[in-house]
């Protein structure tokens, strides 16, 4: 399985931004896909989730400004960032959970991350 992430960037404050990320390979199903990000000297921290049935979940930081969705027909995650901050400058990793199709077990992987920048 392989995840491609990109979509990052340099953005002024209130700016907007997409992040996609592709997932392929031997995909049976993936739930949940997720976005986390990590700022310079912080943890990583969940932004947002969708899984297949069409919930979705937010972080307090983000609600209102990011909304996150899938295209199960393209294995692909999209989060778009409106109204961006400055705080919301990190690396943005995208995290799935797979079933494989050849062999039925479930595992997590994570994209090679993507940088947002928001200048003041």
């Known amino acids: 399985v392989q995840l491609q992430a990109f979509g990052g960037g340099l953005v002024q404050a209130g700016g907007f931004l997409r992040l996609s990320c592709i997932v392929s390979g031997n995909i049976f199903r993936i739930d949940p896909m997720r976005w986390y990000r990590q700022a310079a000297g912080k943890q990583r921290e969940l932004v947002a989730a969708?899984?297949?049935?069409?919930?979705?979940m937010h972080a307090d930081s983000v609600k209102g400004r990011f909304t996150i969705s899938r295209d199960n027909t393209k294995n692909t995650v999209y989060l778009q960032m409106n109204n961006l901050k400055p705080e919301d400058t990190a690396v943005y990793y995208c995290n799935v959970h797979v079933q494989d199709r050849r062999n039925g077990a479930y595992r997590h992987y994570w994209g090679q991350g993507t940088l947002v920048t928001v200048s003041s």
């Open positions: 969708a899984i297949s049935t069409g919930d979705r």
